[in-house]
């Protein structure tokens, strides 16, 4: 990761929300932020997060994660979410079900 901007790698509009696919955002390999149509703060961000128990617990290297105002929701951990199609992939179907619940 680099100490720079993040790298916006896609743009999307889905449903009326703004999301933006993101390299090294803050502390995070990839995410996508969430936004209200026209508006620039995100009201949610998907995240890959390092996984520092993965050796341990042998489980997967990385966590996919949901943080919504105050939650923070993990999906699970895998390798493949540092992989950036694999990553896209499920974040936009986390999104999805993320916009069927408002």
Same mark, same amino acid.
């Given at each position: 990761?680099?100490?720079? /901007? /993040?790298? !916006? $790698? @896609?743009?999307?509009? !889905? *449903? &009326?929300?703004?999301? =933006?696919? $993101?390299?090294?955002?803050? *502390?995070? /390999?990839?995410?996508?932020?969430?936004?209200? +149509?026209? @508006?620039?703060? /995100?009201?949610?961000?998907?995240?890959?997060?390092?996984? *520092?128990?993965? *050796?341990? $617990? %042998?489980?997967? +290297?990385?966590? $996919?994660?949901?943080? #919504? &105002?105050?939650?923070? !929701?993990?999906?699970? =951990? +895998?390798? #493949?979410?540092?992989? =950036?199609? @694999?990553?896209?992939? =499920?974040?936009? %179907?986390?999104?999805? +079900?993320? !916009?069927? &619940?408002?």
């Amino acid at each position: 990761m680099t100490d720079g /901007p /993040p790298q !916006i $790698l @896609k743009l999307y509009n !889905i *449903r &009326g929300y703004d999301v =933006a696919f $993101l390299r090294d955002f803050r *502390r995070y /390999p990839y995410a996508m932020t969430i936004c209200q +149509s026209g @508006k620039q703060d /995100p009201i949610a961000v998907v995240t890959v997060e390092r996984n *520092r128990m993965a *050796r341990l $617990l %042998k489980t997967g +290297s990385h966590f $996919l994660c949901l943080h #919504d &105002g105050d939650r923070h !929701i993990n999906y699970g =951990a +895998s390798n #493949d979410w540092v992989n =950036a199609d @694999k990553f896209e992939e =499920a974040a936009l %179907k986390t999104i999805n +079900s993320w !916009i069927d &619940g408002q």
